[in-house]
């Protein structure tokens, strides 16, 4: 598949060259993840199942799932709060979701990991109101319309349910967000590209950059839940989950 000049790509978010540049970094998404978030990663989408897993929910939809870590998070939640949670998980790009469909067969919660689906999160195959809470970790800026992705999030889940979004986002403080634009914006890219041979992670810290975030993002999430958002930013702001609640009717 051919890679597409990652400024294009910020611009068109084109889905050919969205799954293109996935599906050439699927090999090594989790150890990258792993070694240039230094882990934290994972403890914001554990963060993120806490605040998603309630004692009714029963069906979980993960979109733009990609390797599955957070639909993992999700499902390892449901066992530890008690909750018996059948989390979905779909994703347009199949090398990636494949990973996950392997990580979820070896998992210790396979029963509740019941299904992965390769699927466009503009066009999700399940009807209105399937889902009690649908999920979306650093997916969501890559959708080529992230409000129709948002409206059909918001479509599946039941009238009361959740949609929760966990996305970068920029810190407010002057000194930390100096350090870590150097880091995000410089090292992260090169390390990427030393590793991957591709331009996917230049192409990272430039999505974020053009992506809403903060009240901007949530106006966006309200619009297509029809409830009140939370904004709730992580480690100094360079992350934020988005809570949405969908209104009735
Ligand atoms: C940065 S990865 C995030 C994967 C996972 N959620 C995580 O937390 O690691 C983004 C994923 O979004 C998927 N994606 C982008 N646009 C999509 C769309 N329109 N429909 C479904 N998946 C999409 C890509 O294939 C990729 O696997």
Known sequence: MKQQPEDDLV??????????MFHAIAPTYDFLNRLLSLGIDQR???????????????????VCSGTGDLALALADRARSAGVAAAVFACDFTPSMMSRGRDKFAASPHAHSLPGTLVADTMRLPFPAGAFDAVTVAFGIRNVADYQTGLREMAR????????VVL?????????FGAVYSFY??????????????TRAYRYLPKSVARFPEGPEFAAAVAAATGGPVEIIPLTGGIATIYIGRKASG
């Open 11 to 20: 611009a068109s978010k084109s889905p050919a060259g969205i799954r293109a």
């Open 44 to 62: 914001w989408r554990r963060r993120l199942a806490r605040l998603t897993i309630g004692a009714d929910t029963r069906r979980v939809l993960d």
């Open 156 to 163: 599946v889940c039941r009238d009361g349910g959740r949609i």
């Open 167 to 175: 996305e970068f986002s920029r810190p407010r403080n002057r000194l």
């Open 184 to 197: 995000f914006n410089r090292l992260l890219p090169r390390i990427g590209h030393a590793i991957t041979g």
